[in-house]
């Protein structure tokens, strides 16, 4: 077969296809769409990029197009389950362009987000659900769904599905739906956790492999650069300053180690995003629209962006750290060269990740070669880039901008930390959820010094002027104190609150 066309699909869906210009299937479509359109279970293997999501997609479309059943309250006809939010919201966007000529409905309910919304679009029963696994539990616990009505289970990326510990989930999840139904998993590799989750899970089901296990794809050109640590973020500045680059995906190991890439990238006059789990969905959101309008070149993330993020027009792939599962390396780079386009991988490896890159070699089965520096980069000795490391730990964290009006840190000089030192703010210097649990920093203990409400910082109570008219004893403190239950007067009132250090109760 070598046309959409061939495969007989429904006439709404072949529609679709010609309106986004779609004609000549990739292999893993070729194999996987006639059995599954034939009701069959399958296991896909196939790399990311490799067109996975319109494998499952059109037989799905396809098949439901031939019946006229409706989907059951608080219920589903097709259920697929998807390991990160950003993968799950890309395949729920593939079911709308696809069915876009088909009277089907179909949602997508993940965690970071109010559940409320969901429990509603879910109501009266949707044809096609996209879900995580944890919200997934989360809304069958609270009675908002019922998986007694699906008809066909999806499970996409299977093996970062089990590397994310959704086993459990898995399990639950699997018992609640009917035996009857159709299963069809996907992934990019195939461990043996799961091939047995297949052979427990499916029933004579249709293998496809278009490509040997944990295989790179063709066309990424990938390199590796040795250096020590303290050179890598000179190196990354350097190197995104070609303007070849022209939109690069920068992976980390950690979510703190995205987060001051970011910020040695802006020192150099290179603006870039970060995208990882401390980051909630509305930034997370935010930073993928904007690498893929192209307001932004460089998006620095953590593996959770490692698959299933089709941006288009990602020409290089960095990885400032090398991840210690080997399987990882094959995702991360599979985000460049997508779609027959071409791709460079850069890796970074100092002295600690060698035996990283032996277990990636490995698993590709070939060597990474090694490049030399590029031109014109003179790399820091270990004890330049310590100094500069110390200094950048010493050196105060920067408040947040927000409104006017609205309160920065802590509201006592040096003694507040900023959204960027503590990584938990929100949009707009805000203060986040971590903030309200902040100590204070004068090592009394409680909450945070609020001010006075006019802007100006409270004055710490060895400091305070005496209020009008109040009797005091020799040593300073006040000749009476305030009966229990009772709160001191404020100046010019009676009755106000109290504030500054004698306020102990907690934020609302």
Not at 16 to 27: D, M, N
Not at 248 to 271: M, N, P, Q, W, Y
Request: proline content about 8%.
């Amino acid at each position: 077969m070598t046309q959409f066309t061939d495969f007989g699909l429904a006439p709404p869906v072949l529609r679709a296809l010609g309106e986004a210009g779609y004609v000549t299937p990739t292999p893993i479509q070729a194999q996987a769409i006639p059995p599954a359109m034939e009701g069959r279970d399958l296991c896909g293997i196939a790399q990311t990029g490799t067109g996975k999501t319109a494998a499952f997609a059109l037989p799905i479309l396809h098949r439901l197009s031939l019946s006229t059943r409706r989907a059951p309250r608080r219920g589903c006809r097709v259920l697929v389950l998807s390991p990160t939010r950003e993968l799950a919201s890309q395949i729920a966007d593939s079911f709308s362009d696809y069915g876009r000529h088909l009277p089907y409905t179909n949602t997508v309910v993940f965690g970071g987000v109010t559940i409320g919304r969901q429990e509603r679009a879910l109501a009266p029963g949707v044809d096609i659900l996209v879900a995580t696994p944890g919200r997934l539990i989360d809304l069958i616990d609270r009675r908002a769904l019922t998986l007694e009505g699906v008809e066909i289970l999806v499970l996409d990326e299977a093996d970062q599905m089990l590397d994310l510990g959704f086993i459990h989930a898995l399990k639950r999840i699997v018992k609640m739906l009917p035996r009857e139904r159709q299963s069809l998993f996907f992934s990019a590799t195939m461990p043996k956790n799961i091939a047995g989750l297949a052979d427990q899970y499916l029933s004579n089901p249709v293998q496809v492999a278009v490509t040997p296990v944990a295989t790179t794809a063709e066309r990424v050109e990938q390199q590796v650069i040795f250096c020590h640590t303290g050179a890598k973020q000179a190196l990354l500045g350097h190197v995104l300053h070609d303007p070849k680059i022209k939109r690069v995906l920068v992976f980390t190991r950690t979510k703190h180690g995205a987060d001051r890439v970011v910020r040695g990238l802006e020192k150099s006059g290179i603006a870039g995003a970060a995208i990882h789990g401390n980051k909630s969905q509305p930034q997370r959101e935010r930073a993928l629209a904007a690498f893929r309008d192209g307001s932004c070149r460089v998006l620095v993330a953590t593996d959770i962006a490692a698959r299933g993020i089709d941006v288009e027009g990602v020409t290089h792939v960095v990885n400032y750290d090398l991840p210690n599962v080997p399987e990882s390396y094959v995702h991360r780079i599979g985000r460049t060269a997508r779609a027959g386009a071409e791709g460079l991988a850069i890796s970074f490896c100092n002295d600690e990740e060698r035996a990283y890159l032996r277990d990636i070699e490995r698993i590709i089965r070939q060597k990474v070669p090694v490049v030399a520096f590029p031109e014109g980069f003179v790399a820091p000795s270990r004890q330049e880039a310590a100094e500069t490391a110390a200094a950048e730990e010493r050196r105060p964290p920067r408040q947040p901008q927000g409104r006017p009006g609205q309160r920065q840190g802590h509201g006592r000089p040096g003694g507040g930390r900023g959204q960027e030192a503590r990584g938990g703010g929100r949009p707009g210097g805000q203060p986040g959820r971590d903030q309200r649990a902040e100590p204070r920093q004068d090592g009394r203990g409680g909450q945070p010094n609020r001010g006075n409400g006019q802007g100006r910082p409270q004055q710490p109570r060895a400091e305070r002027p005496a209020e009008a008219g109040a009797q005091r004893r020799p040593d300073g403190r006040p000749a009476q104190r305030p009966a229990q239950g009772q709160r001191p007067a404020r100046p010019g009132g009676e009755g106000g609150r109290a504030i500054g250090w004698l306020d102990r109760s907690p934020r609302s």
